[in-house]
């Protein structure tokens, strides 16, 4: 049920001032950027709970804004008040956090990039924006874990699942697309696609039938991936961290969007390794990176994509021969991967 306060929010979200909307966006970025950094420096053992103490340049203690010592690192990272060393160069990053997160209020809000008239009510998009503005954080921590130490934590992951299933659950109008939809009965301007009456009469269990879908579509898929993946080159291709994380995604999109970020992971993939190695002279990306790319595609595109997709998923033998294709598809890429990474540097 729609409180004053979820009204006033669509209204404000949708036709309201756009400068206080991406300015709003834009410091939320910034405050999950710190928060991500923190949580990927715990994780992977390089701090202790809290921010470090000591200038890495000169060993004097750096000085703190005035937020306090750990609050003012979180927000800004540490200056040392001896030498000026900045503790971090990750404000950069969060600056292009902050980019993402405001862009990704404007796509949805001014947009229009999931505005479809079978998907959820536009009456809680700010809530659906809320919602995987937190998948997105998730991400960005598990990408910049597997790319510092090449694993995916359960405590990311698992985390997320449970945010995703019980953020579906509770609110109950949060999905892109039902968790069945059929536009092959579609009759242009007398009757829309068919959508099961339990649906609509029970938002709720609808919400954790979503959610519970796209998870167990995402994690089932990718397993197979890795399971056929590793068959073909006699050893595992990748790490359970991407099939859990693809499970994690799936809660919070549903199971038709995972299929589309599951066509899109090889594409994604090859830009992405592409790209290192422009940059960075390494041509070896890990696996989840991929599909991080893929969710934010979709979740920027999900109204274009879904409009010529909504015939296929809606056909089981063809949903079926999508899959399939996927499947085949990414394990080769992944077997490819593997099999450069054995070929010594000199043979390169």
């Known amino acids: 049920m729609?409180?004053?306060?979820?009204?006033?929010?669509?209204?404000?979200?949708?036709?309201?001032?756009?400068?206080w909307l991406l300015a709003i966006a834009a410091v939320c970025g910034w405050l999950a950027s710190r928060f991500c950094w923190?949580?990927?420096?715990?994780?992977?053992?390089?701090?202790?709970?809290?921010?470090?103490?000591?200038?890495s340049r000169c060993g004097a203690r750096p000085a703190r804004f005035s937020l306090g010592d750990t609050a003012g690192s979180m927000l800004f990272g540490p200056v040392c008040g001896?030498?000026?060393?900045?503790g971090s160069r990750r404000w950069l990053a969060s600056a292009a956090i902050s980019l993402l997160f405001a862009a990704f209020v404007w796509a949805v809000a001014k947009g229009e990039c999931q505005s479809l008239t079978s998907g959820g009510s536009i009456d809680w998009i700010h809530w659906r924006i809320a919602y995987h503005l937190v998948l997105i954080t998730l991400l960005i921590t598990a990408t910049g874990i597997d790319f510092k130490a090449y694993l995916i934590p359960d405590s990311i992951t698992i985390?997320?699942?449970?945010?995703?299933?019980?953020?579906?659950t509770w609110f109950g109008h949060l999905q892109l697309i039902p968790v069945w939809i059929d536009a092959n009965q579609e009759v242009p301007r007398i009757a829309g696609p068919y959508i099961p009456e339990w649906i609509k009469l029970h938002s709720h269990w609808h919400g954790l039938a979503w959610s519970v879908a796209g998870l167990i579509t995402g994690g089932v898929l990718t397993w197979l991936v890795r399971a056929v993946s590793s068959m073909i080159v006699g050893q595992e291709a990748m790490g359970f961290g991407d099939v859990t994380l693809m499970a994690m995604i799936g809660s919070f999109v549903g199971w038709q969007a995972v299929l589309v970020i599951f066509a899109l992971a090889p594409l994604c993939g090859t830009c992405l390794a592409f790209l290192s190695l422009l940059l960075t002279g390494k041509s070896y990306v890990p696996y989840g990176p991929y599909l991080s790319a893929a969710t934010l595609v979709v979740l920027f595109s999900w109204k274009w994509l879904w409009t010529p997709l909504r015939f296929i998923l809606?056909?089981?033998?063809?949903?079926?021969?999508?899959?399939?294709g996927s499947i085949f598809a990414l394990a080769i890429l992944l077997a490819g991967i593997r099999f450069y990474r054995t070929i010594p540097g000199k043979q390169r």
């Open 2 to 19: 729609l409180t004053p306060f979820d009204r006033w929010a669509a209204y404000f979200v949708v036709n309201g001032s756009t400068f």
């Open 38 to 55: 923190h949580w990927i420096d715990c994780l992977t053992w390089d701090l202790p709970p809290w921010p470090v103490r000591v200038c």
């Open 82 to 86: 001896a030498c000026g060393h900045h």
């Open 159 to 168: 985390t997320g699942m449970i945010l995703g299933i019980l953020g579906a």
């Open 314 to 324: 809606g056909h089981p033998p063809t949903t079926i021969a999508l899959v399939g």
